[in-house]
């Protein structure tokens, strides 16, 4: 989905402010057209995928934070194989987890990106669509979401693993710890 916006994106500012093309409000119409087409498309899209969305980032998020409790109050005497599969597996989730970040945060990023170009509008071509689409990126968040409680953003990832530090850190305190009677 992110290379339709970003192929609209770089196609739009391509086209439209080349010399010829600048002042040609029929070009600016359309491609504001194809723009709000592409943020309907999203919006169909992110009807079917929100809950798998919020359900793989929960889930994520609880096995992050199993595997680092495990890890912490595992004795030493672990078996190798165990040790190379949870670090592995481990490994594997944090990877999991920063690529379906990427992949959601290039949506948010390349539709943000035509506004740039909208707002290099000439005055003379600037139409009503033009403005209303302008303010439209400007206004919304145009990303795909989880149940509609968070956006797939580039900052979410810093609120991810954020939140994934304070479950651990409620876990550890909320372990017993066996005590060392050596007096």
């Given at each position: 989905m992110?290379?339709?916006f970003?192929?609209?994106?770089?196609?739009?500012?391509?086209?439209?402010l080349?010399?010829?093309?600048?002042?040609?409000?029929?070009?600016w119409?359309?491609?504001?057209?194809d723009?709000?087409?592409?943020?309907?498309?999203?919006?169909?899209?992110n009807?079917?995928?929100s809950?798998?969305?919020f359900?793989s980032?929960?889930t994520n998020t609880?096995?992050i934070c199993?595997?680092l409790?495990?890890?912490?109050?595992?004795?030493?005497?672990?078996?190798?194989?165990?040790?190379?599969?949870t670090t592995?597996?481990?490994?594997?989730?944090i990877l999991?987890?920063?690529?379906?970040?990427?992949?959601?945060?290039?949506?948010?990023?390349w539709?943000?990106?035509?506004?740039?170009?909208?707002?290099?509008?000439?005055?003379?071509a600037?139409v009503?669509?033009?403005?209303?689409?302008?303010?439209?990126v400007?206004?919304?968040t145009?990303?795909l979401?989880?149940?509609g409680?968070?956006?797939?953003?580039k900052?979410?990832i810093?609120?991810s693993f954020g939140v994934?530090f304070?479950?651990v850190?409620v876990?550890l305190q909320?372990?017993?710890f066996?005590?060392?009677d050596?007096?």
């Amino acid at each position: 989905m992110y290379f339709k916006f970003k192929v609209l994106t770089l196609e739009v500012g391509e086209r439209l402010l080349s010399p010829g093309n600048i002042c040609d409000t029929t070009l600016w119409r359309q491609s504001t057209f194809d723009f709000y087409k592409l943020c309907e498309f999203l919006k169909k899209i992110n009807g079917f995928l929100s809950p798998l969305i919020f359900l793989s980032f929960a889930t994520n998020t609880y096995f992050i934070c199993n595997q680092l409790h495990q890890a912490y109050i595992e004795t030493a005497s672990q078996n190798v194989f165990r040790r190379i599969y949870t670090t592995w597996s481990f490994l594997h989730l944090i990877l999991r987890k920063a690529l379906v970040h990427e992949a959601g945060s290039r949506i948010h990023f390349w539709a943000h990106e035509i506004a740039e170009v909208f707002s290099k509008c000439p005055d003379s071509a600037y139409v009503s669509q033009v403005e209303r689409a302008e303010r439209y990126v400007n206004s919304n968040t145009i990303a795909l979401s989880g149940l509609g409680c968070f956006f797939v953003t580039k900052p979410l990832i810093l609120h991810s693993f954020g939140v994934v530090f304070t479950g651990v850190i409620v876990l550890l305190q909320a372990t017993k710890f066996p005590q060392d009677d050596k007096t």
